[in-house]
């Protein structure tokens, strides 16, 4: 009789392992394999791998098949910093490294999120994206923008475009608003839009302003940023703000208009008053011109700031009808960014008026922002929680965001408060219908 050779019996016995024991969970209830790229371990990510391929020789079949919320192995070890183990699966098993989680990251995000510059160079070095953004539009400049300036450099050598839009704006709001003045000077050098206007958000100078970021307001205004363009002009944004009177100077300088006022009537020179703010009114003093104002003279004018703000007290009401007319006007034309500025404006008045919420909310949704759409809901829920209204607002939100579950919890909560409603229960079987249909999906993959 021939003898089995023992290299053959040890391969046979690699193949097909006798009664093989299951692999236990991490510790945190976690998928083994992805505790371990998280912990950094490769000796015992790779015995993982062995034991839960049974010997199939399908390794990264194994790996692919280990997500939590749409998130793999290499997105954990991105995330930790674990290049050894990004390398393994980048150049040993040929893991796709523009995998995407369920919000739509790849681990390149991942990584620069955590700011993990290395393992971020390492991935686009091996074939990452470096324009590929998430669900949300964020890309990875926008989360290189707001802490490292060579790994901007880099993804602008890679050849990404320098203003991808998401809903914090582009990468230069993304510098503006954490006051990076280096990283600004980069993007605008390779032509980023600094006149660019996002809704909710407005012009990266008026973010510059309110960071506040006096390098940055510069830089802006140097690259050509319109100084009387926004929602609010910049200068008035700059006169509301304590300690930005170099802001100011800036601005007049390059040619701000000093006598443009707010939606409320009140110049410049009278909000720099009103803040408290002295050396800002003897700023505007020279170049403004208000004729109601007798006593023409820095005091006179902080004392008449005084009395318009004790008068307008009692003007609230009216100016609060008076931005819900315009903001009706705006809906009619289907100018739903500017009916939410005017709704904005209504709320510096009363912040207790559940309705302005309410109509805010549904120009957030008329936009395509449904982040800002379910914090007015909830707010004008949690204000008024017996209101229909407030829980439809919040059910359009959420199915704006495809949270279905959620959705359908909310339209039902509004039909027991309004059970004739039709709107309503239409509402509630559409929401139904999509969670149906997006378990049955599920289920399928």
Not at 273 to 278: D, S
Not at 292 to 309: E, K, L, N, P, Y
Not at 342 to 348: T, V, W
Not at 421 to 445: D, F
């Given at each position: 009789m021939a003898r089995r050779h023992p290299a053959a019996t040890s391969a046979k016995r690699r193949a097909a392992p006798p009664n093989p024991s299951p692999t236990p969970p991490a510790a945190d209830g976690s998928h083994p394999l992805l505790h371990a790229a998280r912990r950094g371990d490769?000796?015992?990510?790779?015995?993982?791998?062995?034991?839960?391929?049974?010997?199939?020789?399908?390794?990264?079949?194994?790996?692919?098949?280990?997500?939590e919320e749409g998130l793999g192995a290499l997105h954990f070890a991105a995330g930790k910093g674990r290049l050894r183990v990004c390398r393994y699966l980048v150049e040993g098993l040929g893991v796709d490294v523009d995998a995407v989680d369920d919000a739509g990251r790849t681990p390149l995000l991942v990584a620069l999120l955590r700011g993990i510059m290395d393992t971020a160079s390492y991935l686009l070095d091996h074939g990452a994206d470096p324009g590929k953004a998430d669900d949300e539009g964020f890309a990875p400049l926008h989360h290189a923008a707001t802490a490292d300036r060579k790994m901007v450099e880099l993804l602008l050598a890679k050849g990404v475009s320098v203003d991808p839009v998401c809903v914090d704006g582009t990468p230069l709001y993304a510098a503006a608003i954490e006051g990076h003045d280096e990283i600004m000077q980069i993007l605008l050098e390779n032509n980023a839009d600094c006149n660019k206007k996002i809704p909710g958000i407005d012009t990266p100078l008026l973010?510059?302003?309110?960071?506040?970021?006096?390098?940055?307001?510069?830089?802006?205004?140097?690259?050509?940023?319109?100084?009387?363009?926004?929602i609010l002009a910049p200068l008035v944004v700059a006169a509301e703000m304590k300690g930005?009177?170099?802001?100011?100077?800036?601005?007049?300088?390059?040619?701000?208009?000093?006598?443009?006022?707010?939606?409320?009537?009140?110049?410049?020179?009278?909000?720099?008053?009103?803040?408290?703010?002295?050396?800002?009114?003897?700023i505007l003093f020279p170049v403004t011109c208000?004729?109601?104002?007798?006593?023409?003279?820095?005091?006179?004018?902080?004392?008449?700031?005084?009395?318009?703000?004790k008068q307008g007290a009692h003007s609230n009401v009216r100016t609060i009808e008076q931005f819900k007319l315009l903001g009706v006007e705006s809906l009619k034309r289907n100018d739903y960014f500017?009916?939410?500025?005017?709704?904005?404006?209504?709320?510096?008045?009363?912040?207790?008026d559940a309705t302005l919420l309410s109509d805010r909310s549904f120009c957030w949704l008329c936009l395509g922002d449904g982040h800002e759409a379910l914090q007015d809901a909830l707010a004008c829920r949690e204000m008024r929680p017996g209101w229909p209204n407030a829980c439809y607002r919040q059910g359009e939100a959420l199915m704006l965001l495809k949270d279905y579950g959620g959705a359908c919890d909310a339209f039902l909560d509004a039909a027991k408060l309004d059970p004739g409603?039709?709107?309503?229960?239409?509402?509630?079987?559409?929401?139904?219908?999509?969670?149906?249909?997006?378990?049955?999906?599920?289920?399928?993959?």
């Open positions: 490769l000796r015992l990510f790779k015995r993982l791998v062995r034991d839960l391929d049974k010997g199939r020789g399908r390794h990264r079949e194994v790996v692919d098949a280990a997500k973010v510059a302003i309110t960071a506040p970021s006096v390098k940055c307001v510069k830089l802006l205004v140097e690259a050509g940023a319109d100084v009387n363009d926004g930005s009177t170099a802001c100011l100077k800036l601005l007049l300088e390059a040619g701000a208009d000093p006598n443009v006022p707010d939606p409320s009537g009140r110049f410049p020179i009278e909000l720099a008053a009103q803040r408290g703010t002295r050396e800002g009114v003897e208000i004729p109601t104002v007798h006593d023409w003279s820095v005091d006179g004018i902080i004392q008449h700031a005084r009395v318009s703000r500017t009916a939410a500025t005017l709704y904005s404006a209504a709320m510096e008045y009363d912040r207790h409603s039709p709107e309503i229960e239409s509402a509630l079987w559409k929401a139904m219908n999509s969670l149906k249909t997006s378990c049955g999906a599920t289920q399928a993959v």
